[in-house]
């Protein structure tokens, strides 16, 4: 089993849908969570934090599960410009895993 | 402020030479990462400097990959010789709080081996 593993892509959505991806890690211990965003050919941006208690920023929002040991990110009323890759991070304590990535089409 | 900064940008070889890249990560960033990114893939962290002293380097094949970090600024990754799968994107990435923090990139160094 990998360590951290995503949602296999792409998924293409039309313009306004809801989008919802889910990242699954192995280490019980792992301590702070990311979700990345990485458009074509370009390098990995953070796209937001993970936390417990949920957390969101405009039409993003992210959750975590410890029980389950899974993470999501649900993206409402999608827009061209979401189209990219979305790379679930997982640390614990000195080790940091990217996830494989899932790419997202958003068409007109 | 200034970001990480890599060079170069591009770098085509024949396998069996060397190479070297080069990072700057940002400044008072104690925390400099090297990744390994083949095409559809995640990033793959090579090596984990916390100042000049190395935290992780479990997935750096040493036999034919270098890191160093002297002065706990900038970094140089080095591939002698390079094989055709070392061809991939190398990333350096900086954070200010260690391994849990927000990891900030530079724009890579595209490596082409033929």
């Known amino acids: 089993r990998k360590e951290v593993e995503q949602d296999p892509g792409p998924f293409n959505v039309p313009e306004g849908a809801t989008v919802a991806f889910n990242c699954t890690y192995s280490n019980s211990a792992s301590q702070s969570f990311f979700w990345y965003r990485q458009d074509c050919r370009k390098e990995p941006k953070l796209l937001m934090s993970?936390?417990?208690s949920g957390n969101e920023d405009g039409r993003f929002t992210a959750q975590l599960n410890r029980a389950s040991q899974y993470i999501s990110l649900l993206i409402r009323d999608s827009k061209l410009s979401d189209s990219a890759t979305y790379l679930c991070v997982v640390n614990g304590g000195f080790k940091t895993i990217f996830g494989a990535g899932t790419r997202l089409f958003v068409k007109a | 402020e200034a970001g990480v900064a890599q060079s170069p940008r591009y770098k085509i070889i024949e396998k069996r030479q060397s190479v070297a890249f080069w990072c700057n990560p940002i400044?008072?960033?104690?925390?400099l990462y090297w990744y390994q990114q083949i095409l559809g893939q995640g990033p793959k962290l090579l090596i984990q400097f916390q100042n000049n002293g190395v935290v992780d380097d479990s997935q750096l094949p040493k036999d034919r990959f270098s890191a160093e970090r002297l002065k706990g600024v900038d970094s140089t990754l080095k591939i002698q010789p390079a094989k055709l799968e070392d061809s991939a994107v190398y990333l350096c990435?900086?954070?200010?709080?260690?391994?849990?923090?927000?990891?900030?990139f530079g724009a890579g160094t595209r490596l082409s081996v033929l």
């Open positions: 990435a900086s954070s200010l709080k260690g391994s849990l923090g927000i990891q900030y």
């Open positions: 993970v936390y417990s």
């Open positions: 400044s008072g960033h104690a925390t």
